[in-house]
């Protein structure tokens, strides 16, 4: 059997969709059978975060001894794992036990995400084109899934433990086929190492005026791409918490702050998760006609258009209208930034692994603070927190400008990609 490398990229990125959204539509159910609180229901979801930010900032370290592929490969397996766990003890009453469930989840997502968001960068800068925004569609197209076999599994009345198991099978089908065809796509030489061996012999003919001024550049280099890359790390982390807040209470906002039925709010969920797929999928396209900058900017737009009406909405209704604009807004958001980051001649995956541990600091703090800001003023007015985020990434939008980095100025640097015009 010929490998698809591409494909078991594909499948794990789907994967790991389709669990949070299994996950995501029983989390009224699964809070009913802990009897917790919105805050108390903040904490167990800690666990995912706290699993996913160990998992973040152990990859970057490991990605660049091993590689992308095992780490792909946990990212995997963990998962099935976590599920089964919540799916036996949330019916038993043990949040310890769904803590920790939620934990492996998180945890193998987390080493995964950046496994997979490397891989894909790299493969970016090879072909030209973008690829980032397709991987993170095929997350969005497992969230869609998950989230219409959810609607059908709470409107069916189906056992909390019965549905979760259901997904961990999916998901283990999906994580096998990635192992068998996972292959790590070869990286080719870059023309900045030419560009450093020329250097490095120009300097040793420089006179010394010549080197200090030379210094004095690369110093400056260095001082513009960091503060560049902590502007795209404040994008990830606003696109990120957006994302986030959507997934973990947008369910539990419509049966508590509007006495929607759990039905309805796994279809407002779902209705988020297909708007995203739509935007990542038709997206793409524009990224490459108008460049991110823009439609980093638009997408910010949209997106707090979108959880503003959700903050004054009156109705289910309202605010269904108003989660699926949410959504499509801030769609392409997180994986431009991370194309931007990946965008680097010499540094892409460590400045990947950097912007993408600022997108699941969003996750970690996400759940708690909503989560305590939910129990005393209402889930609708904690969504103001990721609506003040997306404003600050509409401000900064232009650090993913590709012809804003310092190593483009150069006359020698390779030519930019149409997605950075």
Partial sequence: MTPHPRGALFATSTMTGFGIATWVTRTPAI???????????????????????????????????????????????????????????????????????????????????????????????????????????????????????????????????????????????????????????????TPADADASTSADASTRADASTSADARVTAATRRSVITVQLVLIAVITLAMAFAEGAASDWLPLLMTTDHDAPEAVGSLVFTGFALAMLIGRSAGTPLVTRFGRAPVVRVCAAVGAVGVLLVVVSPSPAVTAVAAAVWGLGIALGFPLAISAAGDHPTDGDRRVSVVATAGYIAFLVGPPLLGFVGEHLGLQTAMLVPLALLVVAFVVAPATRGDEQPTDASPAAPARRPADR
């Fill in 31 to 189: 809070r009913d059978e802990l009897g917790a609180s919105i805050e108390a229901m903040g904490l167990v979801l800690l666990g995912l975060s706290i699993g996913s930010m160990i998992g973040i900032l152990g990859a970057g370290a490991l990605v660049r001894r091993l590689g992308t592929r095992p780490l792909i490969l946990l990212g995997g397996a963990l998962p099935v794992v976590g599920m089964v766990l919540v799916a036996l003890l949330a019916p038993a009453q043990v949040p310890a036990g769904v803590w920790a469930g939620l934990f492996l989840i998180g945890f193998g997502s987390g080493v995964a995400e950046i496994g997979l968001n490397v891989e894909a960068a790299a493969v970016e800068r090879h072909i030209g084109r973008p690829v980032v925004p397709v991987l993170h569609a095929c997350f969005s197209l497992g969230t869609v899934v998950g989230g219409l076999v959810g609607i059908a599994m709470t409107a069916a009345g189906t056992p909390v433990v019965v549905h979760l198991l259901v997904g961990a099978t999916v998901m283990a089908g999906l994580a096998i086929f990635a192992a068998l065809n996972l292959r790590p796509l070869p990286r080719e030489a």
